[in-house]
Each structure stands twice: as C-alpha cells, then as structure tokens.
C-alpha cells in the first residue's frame, strides 16, 4: 500500500490543469438552450408538400435546430408570404385578433415541446382554397427564420 502526504504545506499549490478549464468553459458553452455564437438557427418544416384531403384536419410541424426553448419567442403561421397570418403566438400568448378571416376557428397551435422548440399547427375543416404555401417563422431578439411548404389537397 502507498501513503500519500495529506498535510497542507506538502500538497504542491499552483494553477489549476488546462482541462479543468477547458471542461468548465465547454460545459456552458454547451448547456440546453443557450446558443453557441459559431451555431447558426434554422427552421425546420415539413420538408416536402402536405396532402391534405377536403373536410379532414392537417397538421404542420416546425422546429428550430439547434433545439432552442421558443417560448419568448413569436412563432407566425404563415400563407405566401409573412403577412398573411394562419396563427400567431407572441408574447406568452396566441392572438387571433391579426390572423385571416378563414382560419379563425379553425386552427389549433399543439406548444407541449415549445420549451424544445418545437410546436405543430393543426388545421381543422381542410377546404380546397387551403391549397398553397405556408410557412412558419420564429423570431427571437437575436434571429428571424422561417421554414416553407406546399399544402395539397385532394377530393375537391
């Protein structure tokens, strides 16, 4: 068995190693929901067009990569361009009083993950002037980005 010195004046005092440092820095450079300053956001849709069939609901996902939390953030559902209002949420809270006169009613905004960054819009009652580009936007104090689709819709 080794003894090893445990008396204050026989421990060697001096700088800490250069991992501990680096371990320390990169643990909150890394830490959920902070953004690395070299990480670029992006908005990530569906991808690829939606077919949606006339009288049934659809539904749209969006979320940001890297996950971030988007609950401070406002989250604009989107027709053609931003302006053109399906659903939004800024501030804590939806307001339908900026959304376009057909999709009141009609929408519901699934926020269970917001804290991920992710939420989902459903559109009840799919009729066939649905049909067309839609987009999602989340704009933060530090970046505004959007993610674009085509929604189909058959049975017309």
Not at 69 to 79: G, L, N, S, T, V
Not at 126 to 138: I, N, T, W
Request: glycine content about 8%; proline content about 6%; charged content about 20%.
């Amino acid at each position: 068995m080794v003894d090893f010195p445990v008396f204050p004046d026989s421990c060697q005092r001096g700088p800490l190693p250069s991992s501990v440092f680096f371990l320390t820095h990169l643990f909150f450079l890394l830490q959920p929901g902070k953004l690395n300053s070299e990480e670029e956001v992006r908005v990530v849709g569906p991808g690829e067009p939606i077919l949606a069939l006339v009288g049934e609901e659809v539904e749209f996902s969006c979320h940001l990569s890297p996950y971030l939390d988007a609950e401070d953030m406002e989250i604009r559902w989107f027709r053609s361009q931003t302006s053109d209002v399906v659903h939004l949420y800024q501030g804590r809270q939806e307001l339908y009083s900026q959304q376009m006169a057909q999709f009141q009613n009609r929408t519901k905004l699934i926020k269970d993950y917001i804290m991920d960054g992710s939420v989902n819009l459903r559109l009840h009652g799919v009729v066939p002037a649905d049909e067309g580009l839609y987009g999602c936007r989340f704009l933060s104090s530090s970046f505004s980005k959007e993610a674009v689709w085509e929604l189909e819709v058959a049975g017309m």
